[in-house]
């Protein structure tokens, strides 16, 4: 047996099937070879022969996991934020607040490029309200100034984007999204969702390559300090996998990415029109060495409920009047869904709404009907307030989930008290209901909407507390071993990864966190202040704790 790499002394959780525990592990070239007991090594250890320069690591007693995999959030546009203006909760209390740290942002780059802001949330701020371009305009009516809510479903522009895009009052709202107005019908500079935003976004200039590789190195490094090995990135073009691609090449992102590419890049005009899911697969494995692969098409249905541009059945909690609408008429939506699957693509499609859950269960119920195909694990995105039918239908179709557990704690209190009232609140992320089912599901954190941590999302699924303190949905909780599943070997089920990663067995890569407690064992409101000692990928150790891991 060859091993370059020896870990002893370690409490591992393999989460195999049989929920086994080990001590010593051994792995050779990036893959498990060895997995013992205490007990079972010391009757084959005299056999044992290390390879020249083999590492061994002591962990005195830390919890050996396997790495986790996030499957879905946006690594690119975490990056990009580390250069832009924090609007965010945590740093704002009011309007006044977020222009003040705006204008301190030109003041030290006083020239005429556009200054960009992220996270404001107008359920937070003092005003309860969104910016306004009268507000941005404060600040500059010369230069260009976008902010992003929280939630990167809309946006609010000062008068010179407006003036930029060529976006004025005359213009009709495009379909699946909407300009802000004012009593008079006058554009207030508010956009909703990415329709109206993308009338922006061609005009917004991108960092340069240098800038961006950076920016990137740096989100990379927060990820893997969490215990990430396996990311998927939720939302890309053409023109985000070429910056990924080299990013992982140049090895400034050492995890392994999954992409979502967005369905219009994909279907006829797009830039990979002329490649089917299998071919586009293995392009982008060749490509990277198969530290990249492909994870799906991405379709969005509707927007976000804190936002109240989620597609909901009954209406808001707080406004009879208002629904929600659903970004694609059914027949096209339906079209789109058939015409992607028939190429061989897995589909991811977001989903908040229970009205858009229905949707997008029709559309892929419809391709599924018309074009059958085994083990397709069309997924669904957030499935923030499905339903009892809509998970039986999931489960029915074998439709997999990838559920935003962060929103129990970061909008649990203002889902039952704005959005939603207190009966819908109580089953978001109805994840029991999804496990009594035996769904295939995942939890995910979507930074930058919530902050990248695992281990926050694992103590969310456990203990469903809100920012408030109160309990929200105790029906729903999950217990802890199943919790790590969700972001070990369930992800690696939903990135059809089963087969070499998400447990530790040999075969298997070998990608773990390593932590200082074990989750099982501690009080499970204590879970996400557990430390990531350190990560490894392949099996060479890409992260490591200052302070902690100092032996390592």
């Keep these: 047996m060859k091993i370059d790499l020896l870990i002893r002394n370690a409490n591992i959780i393999t989460l195999d099937v049989h929920s086994s525990r080990a001590n010593i592990l051994a792995s050779y070239k990036g893959r498990i070879v060895g997995i013992w007991t205490k007990a079972e090594f010391n009757t084959i250890e005299k056999s044992i022969v290390l390879e020249t320069n083999a590492k061994e690591h002591d962990l005195n007693g830390a919890t050996l996991i396997p790495g986790f995999i996030d499957t879905h959030n946006h690594l690119l546009v975490y990056a990009q934020n580390k250069a832009q203006v924090d609007c965010s909760s945590a740093s704002n209390n009011n309007i006044a607040d977020i222009i003040s740290n705006i204008k301190a942002f030109h003041q030290k780059r006083n020239d005429n490029s556009w200054i960009l802001g992220y996270g404001y949330d107008d359920t937070m701020l003092a005003e309860k309200r969104h910016p306004t371009k009268d507000d941005l305009d404060k600040i500059s009516t010369d230069r260009p100034i ?7 479903h809309m946006a609010v522009v ?15 709202d495009p379909d699946g999204g909407y300009f802000g107005r004012d009593e008079a019908n006058n554009l207030n500079g508010v956009l909703y969702e990415h329709a109206a935003m993308g009338y922006v976004y061609d005009y917004i200039p991108a960092p340069s390559q240098e800038e961006f590789m950076e920016l990137i190195r740096s989100a990379a490094q927060e990820y893997i300090a969490q215990g990430i090995t396996t990311n998927t990135d939720a939302a890309v073009g053409h023109a985000e996998y070429a910056i990924h691609l080299d990013a992982v090449k140049d090895k400034i992102n050492p995890m392994r990415m999954r992409l979502m590419f967005m369905y219009n890049v994909l279907l006829e005009g797009g830039y990979f029109e002329t490649y089917d899911a299998k071919q586009l697969h293995q392009k982008i494995s060749d490509e990277s060495n198969g530290m990249i692969k492909l994870d799906s098409a991405k379709l969005f249905q509707d927007g976000s409920i804190q936002g109240r ?4 059945r009954q209406p808001y909690y707080h406004d009879s009047n208002l629904y929600g609408e659903l970004i694609f008429p059914q027949q096209t939506f339906n079209d789109y869904v058939l015409k992607l699957h028939n190429l061989g693509y897995r589909i991811a499609t977001h989903g908040n709404g229970d009205r858009a859950i229905g949707s997008i269960l029709e559309a892929y119920q419809n391709a599924l009907d018309t074009s059958p195909r085994n083990d397709h694990r069309h997924r669904i995105e957030h499935v923030q307030t499905a339903t009892a039918d809509d998970l039986k239908s999931m489960k029915d179709y074998h439709i997999a989930a990838s559920f935003f557990i962060n929103h129990i704690y970061y909008w649990g209190d203002r889902h039952k008290n704005i959005f939603l009232g207190p009966e819908r609140a109580e089953r978001i992320n109805p994840l029991k209901e999804a496990d009594d089912l035996g769904l295939l599901y995942t939890l995910h954190s ?12 694992i103590w969310a699924a456990v203990n469903r507390i809100t920012r408030d303190g109160h309990v929200l ?8 071993e199943t919790a790590l599943r969700t972001m070990t070997i369930y992800g690696a089920q939903l990135n059809f990864d089963e087969q070499d990663l998400g447990s530790i067995e040999i075969g298997k890569l070998a990608d773990f966190a390593i932590l200082d407690e074990d989750p099982t064992a501690v009080d499970p409101m204590t879970i996400k202040d557990i430390n990531i000692l350190a990560t490894i990928i392949n099996g060479e150790i890409v992260y490591k704790h200052k302070e902690l891991a100092l032996t390592l």
């Design 309 to 312: 541009t989620g597609a909901l």
């Design 446 to 457: 979507d930074c930058p909407v919530t902050p990248i941590s695992p281990l926050f999302s």
């Design 146 to 152: 976008m902010i992003f809510h929280i939630s990167n």
């Design 473 to 480: 949905g105790e029906a729903q909780k999950i217990d802890v």
């Design 158 to 172: 000062n008068s010179k984007v407006l003036e930029i895009a060529k976006i004025d009052s005359s213009m009709k």
